[in-house]
């Protein structure tokens, strides 16, 4: 079974990152929550399943996993059916289903990894083939029907995290430069037309909370929309109350952003604004260290992979904890439009946590068979 793999090269320095991150994340989740008890306990939870999950997947030949590229699929698909038939709405989205001794979940943190596993089958299946009209087009419907189940639910974020996750293993791949300028050249018109039409109201799918913070991060000073930025105002002074050296976890002083009830979802969507607040400075530079240092140890990995397969797992990995980390701290700091993205390893949420070590188990397997002399 480990006939192929080399040990020496089990990247102890990217488990060491996540540990640390998840750590963190159990301290700033207590102190976001006041010390919930039951906040906390899911996240220890979370975090004890994910890392035991992460590492059992290390030592499956992720090629095994790829080969079951169908099942997979399938199942991403039938989860994501499943919400939208008999799953649980909560603030105004149905993004939960609940499995027997499972209890709640989240498909779309699982159809992520999913995708992931069945994209890197795909493009080293086709990769003599990817610049070919056929294959092309057949990518982009076998993505498609994944991001429109998601962006149903609603969730807008979440579709855009894993369009993103999907262009950039077509990148990774190989694509030609052709195809990524005639995607450029239709994709900038068209996203100008979009939020030309977004300002008259004209675009129907989009659901009216979505517009309004999509237009109120377009115009920020407009007094209709001073509602809608309420949280990511608050979120910016309390990252900037934090200082450099922050005012400490669990505090509880008057002045405190958190303890103030002036932000909500400190423990998820802006636990950024926690860390900023109570971490400082030299905190929040600590968490976007060791998130960048995660990302890098995928891409070292991705360029030492033995396969394509491999290379797009560790590509495909990277841009999902880089691309959702840079957007929850924009989202706190007000450069992007206010969204619903947990920072990697860090927010509560069991979904998110499980899902994310699932898919760095695949990272490590990968590198425990890195080419040979490499």
Not at 143 to 171: D, Q, W
Not at 283 to 299: D, K, M, N, P
Request: aromatic share 12%; hydrophobic share 50%.
């Amino acid at each position: 079974m480990f006939s192929d793999y080399n040990f020496k090269y089990y990247n102890y320095r990217l488990v060491l990152y996540m540990l640390s991150l998840a750590v963190i994340g159990i301290l700033v989740v207590a102190s976001a929550s006041n010390q919930d008890s039951g906040i906390v306990t899911k996240q220890i939870i979370g975090v004890m399943v994910g890392f035991a999950l992460a590492i059992g997947l290390s030592i499956i030949d992720y090629r095994k996993i790829v080969k079951l590229y169908v099942l997979v699929y399938g199942l991403c698909i039938l989860l994501l059916g499943a919400v939208l038939v008999m799953g649980h709405t909560a603030g105004g989205a149905t993004r939960w289903i609940y499995i027997p001794g499972l209890g709640r979940i989240q498909p779309s943190e699982f159809v992520k990894i999913g995708l992931i596993v069945f994209f890197s089958w795909y493009w080293n299946k086709y990769q003599e083939k990817m610049n070919t009209p056929v294959m092309v087009g057949l990518a982009a419907l076998l993505a498609a029907f994944p991001i429109s189940l998601i962006f149903a639910e609603p969730n807008l974020s979440t579709s855009l995290v894993v369009t993103v996750i999907i262009l950039c293993m077509v990148f990774s791949a190989g694509i030609s430069y052709r195809w990524i300028g005639g995607v450029l050249a239709i994709a900038i018109p068209a996203g100008m037309l979009f939020i030309y039409l977004l300002t008259k109201g004209l675009i129907p799918f989009i659901h009216d909370y979505q517009a309004r913070r999509i237009l109120a991060w377009i115009y920020p000073h407009a007094e209709q929309y001073a509602e809608n930025l309420y949280q990511q105002k608050n979120s910016i002074m309390a990252i900037s109350s934090g200082q450099l050296q922050g005012k400490g976890l669990f505090n509880t002083t008057i002045a405190s952003v958190k303890d103030g009830n002036f932000l909500s979802a400190g423990e998820t969507d802006f636990i950024f604004a926690i860390i900023g607040e109570e971490m400082g400075f030299r905190g929040s530079v600590i968490v976007i260290a060791l998130i960048g240092l995660v990302v890098f140890e995928c891409l070292y990995t991705a360029s030492k992979a033995k396969d394509m397969s491999g290379r797009l797992i560790c590509t495909g990995m990277a841009a999902l904890i880089g691309f959702q980390a840079f957007s929850n701290i924009a989202v706190a700091t007000q450069i992007f439009p206010n969204t619903g993205l947990p920072l990697p390893f860090v927010s509560s949420g069991v979904s998110s946590l499980t899902s994310i070590f699932m898919g760095m188990g695949l990272v490590l397997n990968v590198g425990l068979q890195r080419k040979i002399g490499n």
